[in-house]
């Protein structure tokens, strides 16, 4: 089975830095993916990360401690159009493989 | 980059109906294509892997007579509700994994049940 934590809800203001922390517990690790949902739409790819260290795009960075079982978004110079949810996602080798997400995190970013 | 279809949109249909939902992908062959479920300000739920040319592989607590999949092609898998209850009223959304082991999803379906 697996287990993926991820706060609830959070609130930054537009310019500033937010890091949206995921812990997960899962069998058969097979990489960990961002995804960011905008209400009633599907999910967009964000980043995916199956080694340690930090992975850079931009705005967006993720980072991920498989000793750990640990992740996290960062999101610098934040933007009105950032509000939206994210989603952190563990791939895992169970047979096959299968994606299975967190509950998401609804950042909400102010003027 | 890579896109997936699904269709329709949104579907209203009395209880005891069935809906067929499809899901196709565009420009690549999807060998495994996945089905998601989404209550209003809830994640994403794994219902089912679709295996092409195979069975589906249900999620535990999903009902696989209930929720029917067929993934006859390369590029289309269905999910057919039997059957539709009010409970059954949700956001019911495609993937299918693309390059780079991403998940490209489709626009989503929400169903609504009568």
Sequence with gaps: GQNIDQPTEMTA?????????????????????????????????????????????????????????????????????????????????????????????RLFVKA | GAVVSQHPSWVICKSGTSVKIECRSLDFQATTMFWYRQFPKQSLMLMATSNEGSKATYEQGVEKDKFLINHASLTLSTLTVTSAHPEDSSFYICSAKGEGEKLFFGSGTQLSVL
């Design chain 1, 13 to 105: 203001t537009e310019g500033a830095i937010v890091q949206i922390n995921c812990t997960y517990q899962t069998s058969g690790f097979n990489g960990l993916f961002w995804y960011q949902q905008h209400a009633g739409e599907a999910p967009t790819f964000l980043s995916y990360n199956v080694l340690d260290g930090l992975e850079e795009k931009g705005r967006f960075s993720s980072f991920l401690s498989r000793s750990k079982g640990y992740s996290y978004l960062l999101l610098k110079e934040l933007q009105m159009k950032d509000s939206a949810s994210y989603l952190c996602a563990v791939r895992e080798k169970t047979g096959g493989f299968k994606t299975i997400f967190g509950a998401g995190t």
